[in-house]
Nanobody, 116 residues
Framework: QVQLVESGGGLVQPGESLRLSCAAS????????MTWYRQAPGKEREMVAF????????NYADRVKGRFIISRDNAKNTVYLQMNSLKPEDTAVYYC?????????WGQGTQVTVSS
């Protein structure tokens, strides 16, 4: 079955960086686009970044554009989210997502806290 395992979260100060990873298994990773989402306390889950199968196309939420970079390594079945210039409003649980056969799958999420 599809499994997604996020890692790399933590507590950082404003302006610092983090790189999240999402290790995928149970499906042919190189054939599927991947998406990062986040959910802050009391708010709905929102899309953060999207990457196409080959990585040739990416898309970002306006509030992270220019600060976050999504990438993937199809040889390692892993998608990354490089987060730079972090702000307190980036505090959230970050999830990766894939839709296989029309069914969306989520990992357990990784907590990112940006605070001074």
């Amino acid at each position: 079955q599809v499994q997604l395992v996020e890692s790399g979260g933590g507590l950082v100060q404003p302006g610092e960086s983090l790189r999240l990873s999402c290790a995928a298994s149970g499906f042919t990773f190189s054939r599927y686009a991947m998406t990062w989402y986040r959910q802050a306390p009391g708010k709905e889950r929102e899309m953060v970044a999207f990457i196409s199968i080959t990585g040739g196309f990416t898309n970002y939420a306006d509030r992270v554009k220019g600060r976050f970079i999504i990438s993937r390594d199809n040889a390692k079945n892993t998608v990354y989210l490089q987060m730079n210039s972090l702000k307190p409003e980036d505090t959230a649980v970050y999830y990766c997502n894939v839709r296989v056969a029309g069914i969306g799958s989520w990992g357990q999420g990784t907590q990112v806290t940006v605070s001074s």
